[in-house]
């Protein structure tokens, strides 16, 4: 268990920084481990657990505060395409949590006493699709579906207890909207973090509109951006700071394109350790990164925001 229970992360997170980990399948791929299936990393909960539990780990070791489970990609319904029923999907949902737990024990065996939290990650919906329409939206949803959706897999991670649930690489604002229903009465906080593309979300309402709908909502402790370009986090940030007051989260990806149907990344890495202070500056407080930025990034973070 971390030393701090649920209520506590949104205190914490008022009176200072705090620094995320980097990206979960990288991580994994550095390691050996065959990541090209529609459930990404999800398929290590069932097939290799003790792998999820070392990536977390790397990351507590190299700095960071906070681990983002690997659930981004789990769905009852992904799960389904691969024969896995109901039940032992909900138990897979608890398990990325679980191991998130277990590498913040190991990490206090290892010596790391500054408190560590777990973030229960809640992908969009076009994760499951697997097709790379999370960096579009516009799924020819309603809210009302996608609410229906997003909310039994919300409640099966609330259930596990994490400090927070990441409801993250977001594209579409009226997916947020779903995401901000789905989380109400749970009693666990959430940050909102869209992936954005310039001034405005991936499906492409202006991030003004976005970050508002967050703004009043008490279960939201943080909104900002992830999954995204570097040069577009510090305009985001100012943004969601001025128009909801709250904490900003913010943990982009190397500055590397994601090419879906080849499945590859291409072009070079802009993702660098001195834009931190532009970030903390323009408002943000949870600061990390997303693919491809590894450990060694992340322990640079941690030795700027400390």
Known sequence: MTSDSSPRFAGVLARGNLVLDGGLSNQLESA??????????????????AAVTEAHLAYFLA?????????????????????IGRDEGARLLALSVDLAREAARQ????GVERPLWVAASVGP????????SEYRGRYGMTVDELERFHRPR???????????LALETVPDADEAAALIRAVHGLEVPAWLSYTVDGRRTRAGQPLEHAFAL?????????????????????????????VTGKPVVVYPNSGEAWDA??????????????????????????IGGCCRVGPEAIALIASDVR
Request: proline share 3%; aromatic share 8%.
């Open 125 to 132: 919906y076009g994760a499951m699709l697997a097709d790379g």
């Open 32 to 49: 050996g481990y065959d990541l090209s299936d529609e459930l990404w990393s999800a398929r290590l909960l069932a097939e290799q657990p």
């Open 107 to 110: 990490a206090r065996h290892a």
């Open 261 to 286: 149907k080849a499945r590859t990344w291409t072009g070079g890495m802009t993702f660098g350790a001195g834009q931190v202070e532009t970030w903390r500056e323009a408002g943000a407080r949870l």
């Open 63 to 83: 700095g960071a505060d906070v681990a983002i489970t690997a659930s981004y990609q789990a769905t009852f319904e992904g799960f389904a395409k691969r024969g």
């Open 154 to 164: 919300i409640e099966a991670l609330a259930a596990a207890a994490p400090d927070v």
């Open 214 to 242: 967050a703004a009043g909502v008490d279960e939201v402790v943080a909104v900002g951006v992830n999954c995204c370009a570097p040069r577009d986090v510090e305009p985001a940030v100012r943004i969601a700071a001025r």
